[in-house]
């Protein structure tokens, strides 16, 4: 069983910067594919960027250049620093966890999940 709890959302104007953390439990991280996904009112659930055990690193298009996923093993949590904030980055974020090596980019794939930190960008 892994707990995931996520931290740092808040309010930042545009071209702003947020960085997010998820703090997880259990001694099997380092084993674990971490994702962070997203979901604005009205619509479904997101990727937006993953980091494998081995550190392969996946980023969703609108993200790229913008978003950093990171993990440190040592203190079992992963990290989120998005740049350049836009409007259209508000949404709900969350932390997942995947133990299968098999992971993917759709939300059903992933196991654990965090209860979510409101992001939000004015304009």
């Known amino acids: 069983q892994v707990q995931l709890v996520e931290s740092g959302g808040g309010l930042v104007q545009a071209g702003g910067s947020l960085r997010l953390s998820c703090a997880a439990s259990?001694?099997?991280?380092?084993?674990?594919?971490m994702g962070w996904f997203r979901q604005a009112p009205g619509k479904e659930r997101e990727i937006v960027a993953a980091?494998?055990?081995?550190?392969?690193?996946y980023y969703e298009d609108s993200v790229k250049g913008r978003f950093t996923i990171s993990r440190d093993n040592a203190k079992n949590t992963v990290f989120l620093q998005m740049n350049s904030l836009k409007p259209e980055d508000t949404a709900v974020y969350y932390c997942?966890?995947?133990?299968?090596?098999?992971?993917?980019?759709?939300?059903?794939?992933?196991?654990?999940w965090g209860q979510g930190t409101q992001v939000t960008v004015s304009s």
């Open positions: 997942a966890a995947e133990p299968s090596p098999q992971w993917g980019t759709l939300s059903y794939l992933w196991h654990y």
């Open positions: 980091i494998s055990w081995r550190g392969n690193i």
């Open positions: 259990g001694r099997t991280f380092s084993n674990y594919a």
